[in-house]
């Protein structure tokens, strides 16, 4: 090979990798692709074509907006609906619910055996002597009760006081009265035992709420024994007032009762 054929090689090589690389404004305007033998040119996306306009944005956060379904109008009438309906299945004057039973019970001391095993119930042991009548003398003996825990707030080992008289079903006739010495967890970590009163607050409220139920069904039938037209009030507060007394167990006696002692206040209020 002719020198000079070396150097026209050798210089043809050196100026393609010391060419210069840098993209002109040109190239970086357009891009040109090959695809299945035709050619075609894609434009230059800048920021100010790919990002969204305004409008585009207001549009689009306007249609994600929940639409108001209820106006005020319709808002006034189902509030006038609902005392409508509350004057209608409202207990009459004069009639309130009984205080639940009072029944004797007594307390006992004694172990938190198992948890969780029954829904608001635990099981607890409860050591005392018991009489053995064929040797004539009191032997250790164990007992175990299933007492109600409506709050969740006992855990296994703790001592507790539990009286009788609540009953919950067949088996379950205790419930849990204070916590004597916690086990474990503190007590100010757990719900609180509800007290009597409390607990007879609630049946009250249970049983007033039951009885509210079945009213509001003697009322609507009532009304569709007329026609679907709307009872006379005295009516209606007098259908009220049997059945309520119904529900009560209110006999004549004791609502003869009831009357002088009511009398008799009003007099001693004078």
Do not use: C
């Amino acid at each position: 090979m002719p020198p000079t054929n070396v150097l026209r090689s050798l210089w043809l090589s050196r100026s393609s990798v010391f060419s210069s690389t840098v993209p002109t404004a040109t190239t970086r305007r357009t891009t040109r692709y090959v695809s299945g033998g035709s050619r075609f040119t894609l434009p230059h996306r800048t920021l100010t074509t790919t990002r969204p306009s305004l409008a585009e944005v207001k549009s689009t956060t306007t249609q994600g907006t929940p639409k108001e379904t209820e106006t005020s109008s319709e808002k006034k009438q189902q509030q006038q609906q609902e005392e409508a309906n509350k004057r209608k299945y409202a207990f009459p004057s004069g009639i309130t619910m009984p205080k639940p039973r009072q029944y004797p019970y007594d307390v006992k001391t004694g172990t938190v055996t198992s948890v969780g095993l029954m829904d608001k119930t635990v099981r607890v042991q409860y050591r005392h002597r018991k009489w053995e009548p064929h040797i004539q003398k009191y032997y250790p003996h164990v007992t175990t009760y299933l007492v109600s825990d409506p709050q969740g707030s006992l855990r296994e080992g703790d001592v507790i006081e539990f009286s009788s008289g609540a009953r919950r079903s067949p088996r379950v006739r205790h419930v849990v009265d204070r916590i004597v010495a916690p086990f474990g967890v503190g007590i100010d970590e757990r719900p609180a035992v509800l007290t009597r009163e409390q607990r007879e607050q609630q049946q009250t409220e249970k049983r007033q709420a039951k009885v509210a139920r079945k009213l509001a069904r003697v009322v609507d039938e009532a009304v569709e024994r007329n026609g679907g037209q709307p009872v006379d009030e005295a009516d209606l507060e007098t259908l009220k007032r049997h059945f309520l007394l119904r529900q009560f167990q209110d006999g004549k006696i004791k609502r003869l009762v009831r009357k002088r002692l009511q009398v008799e206040a009003a007099e001693e209020s004078k």
